[in-house]
């Protein structure tokens, strides 16, 4: 298996800190009513998707994802630009500014595309993933959800599927506690670990602490170890916060449907704090200096391109 | 007369969800959201503090099996109303909704009745896109055995919704998200509205003017400017869609000859399409010029600020349709107040 080194620190970390402001950056222009879409920050479940691109390279690892997909797009390697223009309705975005930001894509990278509706691009990655079964293609098809795509039927017919084709499948499950507003208890039985209940449709799962970048590293060198190795898939569960509200660009806790020792509890164990010590002073500067020029330059350029033609809307309805 | 009450047509639907459940203690109302802090844009507003957790609750996200679970309660005496945030999370329930609820009461021959409501919120602007925005009455009114209504006033979602909740058949109930705002006179207690009778909302002879939701926002905007044109409508709501108050429409044209049907779904067999084959069926003779539908446009609602400029229709199409048939200039330019076509008025903030 392969074993984080401290370039890989660094890399993670810095990942996990463009990731970061990146979606700060959003949340700040939100409020100029320019970027009019909704929009599911990844803040505080960074690390998660930070990793994509070191260990899961080539465009022939595919990824999917649901609604709160910045960070698997951005982690893999998504174009920051097209990311960026697409948010704001224009023409230079990754789908010409049809589809926003619940509907993200970036074949060039291996970020297939994440969808809206709960559940719903599971079946999506086990269909690419058994296309690449037929073409006879490398590769690994990495599925991101949150808790509540647990609670879909298709969630279960797709993993079930997946085990009887032994299909090279990583399902990843961000378990942030809430769909919305709802508590995980309001929805799945209270002591029923989510990893644990998957494991007993016959599939191998493992647990990690999704704050936790290295472990979340490790856990996917072993992820990719497993499937690459016995040729099966696997279920990989990561416990994680968010920090802002569920859809835009505010954070909510007044509303008080998360507990404050909670919240308290997921703010010191935030991913990007746990790697801080790895960093030196010096670095930690020449990196946001980096990432923050980068931004610069996503957003002028997205605020200074074109808005698509009205009549770009009838098209590509037929292939 | 008694003094008005103004209210909204989310405090409406409010009020019809808390006096249906006070009046049938078994009825039972759940959907994401539910119990929330938002509690679906206030229609479900204090019901679970008032009627507890077992009859007013928040679900799994399972919108298949939840629906097949209401038939079950329905089919037991319990009915339930179902509220989905978007329509398109229903699809995901389209087996149950169209074998199961629309099939039980038929297909064992009167046995079980499936008293159910889904409430179905149809989003509108602000880049909800070609997947939380559709409005697909027509895919619904299609099946035998629905109902499917569709409020344009808080007096009516109101008393419609009560009226839903006590039929004894299966009942989609679509509320558009551009309405829940929408204030209006709304009668005190217990009342309900008949399914299948549309409302007259404007009269005159000149020509008719079908509607409902939201469009009949669009539609009174456009039937006023027309009055102080000098051309007078008849502006019919349709308040439901299956059964279609097939009466109303074909009076109407019978008396004004032309006719207008505004529909917010896309225009491929859309139910601007049904109507306008019922009267051409039947009123061939009587139509001075071929009817006009206003509908959306064949292909699925983008989500970029640009491309959604002139997707959807309103009370602008029916003006230039008019300016046309009865050859006369009408100024309708300065009406609309607002600056941007993706909010339902200028306090609207994203994302919902
Ligand atoms: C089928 C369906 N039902 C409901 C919704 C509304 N919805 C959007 S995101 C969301 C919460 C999902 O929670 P989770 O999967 O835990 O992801 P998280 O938002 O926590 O990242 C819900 C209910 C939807 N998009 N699709
Ligand atoms: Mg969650």
């Not at chain 1, 010409?96 to 970036?106: C, F, P, Q």
């Not at chain 1, 994680?240 to 997921?266: Q, V």
């Amino acid at each position: 298996m392969k074993k984080i080194s401290k370039k890989d620190e660094l890399d993670l970390y810095y990942s996990i800190l463009r990731i970061r402001r990146i979606e700060e950056k959003i949340a700040k222009e939100y409020v100029n009513w320019k970027i009019r879409c909704p929009v599911h920050l990844s803040i505080g479940q960074e690390a998660i998707g930070a990793p994509l691109k070191k260990l899961f390279k080539s465009c022939k690892d595919e990824v999917v994802s649901g609604h709160r997909a910045h960070s698997h797009y951005l982690g893999k390697g998504g174009d920051l630009k097209k990311f960026i223009c697409e948010l704001y309705g224009k023409k230079n975005g990754s789908s010409g500014g049809k589809a926003g930001s619940m509907h993200l894509t970036d074949k060039k990278s291996g970020f297939i595309l994440s969808s809206a509706i709960v559940g719903n691009s599971i079946p999506i990655g086990v269909g690419l993933a058994y296309s690449k079964r037929i073409k006879k293609e490398k590769g690994i098809v990495l599925i991101f959800f949150g808790d509540a795509a647990v609670e879909t039927g298709v969630f279960f017919e797709s993993l079930n599927f997946a085990i009887l084709k032994k299909l090279p499948v990583i399902f990843i499950c961000e378990n942030n506690f809430y769909s919305v507003y709802s508590n995980m208890k309001y929805r799945q039985p209270q002591n029923r670990k989510i990893s644990e209940m998957v494991k007993g449709i016959g599939i191998k799962t493992l647990k990690s602490n999704g704050n936790d970048p290295i472990k979340v590293f490790n856990t996917y060198c072993k992820a990719k170890d497993y499937v690459e190795e016995l040729k099966k898939p696997i279920f990989l569960e990561f416990e994680t916060f968010r920090h802002y509200e569920h859809c835009g660009f505010l954070k909510d806790d007044h509303l008080n449907y998360r507990k404050k020792s909670e919240i308290n509890y997921w703010l010191k164990n935030d991913c990007l704090k746990k790697l801080q010590t790895k960093v030196n002073k010096k670095k930690l500067i020449f990196f946001e200096k980096k990432i923050n020029k980068e931004i610069e330059t996503a957003f002028s350029f997205a605020k200074k391109s074109k808005f698509p033609r009205n009549s770009e809307s009838r098209k590509k309805l037929y292939a | 007369m008694p003094k008005k009450r103004i209210i909204t047509f989310a405090e409406a639907i409010n009020e019809g969800l808390r006096f249906s459940l006070l009046k049938n203690e078994n009825l039972i109302c759940f959907g994401l959201g539910v119990g929330d802090p938002k509690e679906v844009f206030g229609t479900t507003k204090n019901l679970q503090k008032q009627f507890g957790d077992q009859r007013v609750f928040d679900i799994p996200t399972s919108e298949n099996a939840m629906t097949g679970i209401a038939i079950g309660c329905a089919i037991n005496r319990c009915p339930v109303v179902m509220t989905h945030q978007r329509l398109d999370f229903s699809l995901l329930a389209f087996d149950q909704i169209i074998n199961n609820a629309a099939k039980i009461f038929y297909m064992f021959n009167g046995q079980f009745t499936v008293p159910i409501t889904l409430r179905l919120i149809v989003g509108k602007g602000w880049g909800q896109g070609p997947t939380h925005a559709q409005s697909l009455q027509s895919l619904f009114a299609h099946i035998p055995g629905l109902k499917v209504v569709m409020p344009s006033n808080p007096n009516d979602a109101k008393n419609m919704l009560i009226q839903s909740i006590k039929d004894p058949n299966p009942v989609i109930y679509i509320e558009h998200r551009w309405l829940h705002d929408q204030k209006g006179h709304v009668e005190k207690g217990f009342n309900s509205k008949k399914i299948g009778k549309a409302n007259l909302l404007m009269k005159g002879n000149d020509i008719t003017i079908v509607s409902n939701s939201f469009m009949t926002t669009e539609a009174l905007i456009a039937a006023k400017i027309l009055r102080s044109n000098g051309i007078y409508a008849d502006l019919i709501d349709l308040c439901s869609i299956k059964p279609l108050d097939e009466k109303a429409i074909l009076k109407s044209v019978k008396k004004t000859r032309r006719l207008i049907v505004l529909d917010d779904g896309h225009d491929f067999l859309s139910i601007a399409s049904e109507i306008i084959s019922i009267v051409t069926i039947k009123q061939f003779n009587n139509l001075k010029i071929s009817p006009k539908k206003i509908t959306m446009p064949n292909f699925p609602v983008p989500t970029g600020y640009s491309l959604t400029k002139n997707f959807y229709p309103g009370h602008k199409d029916v003006i230039k349709y008019c300016q046309n048939i009865f050859d006369k200039n009408i100024r309708y330019d300065n009406f609309s107040k607002k600056n941007f076509h993706d909010i339902p008025h200028v306090r609207f903030k994203g994302p919902f």
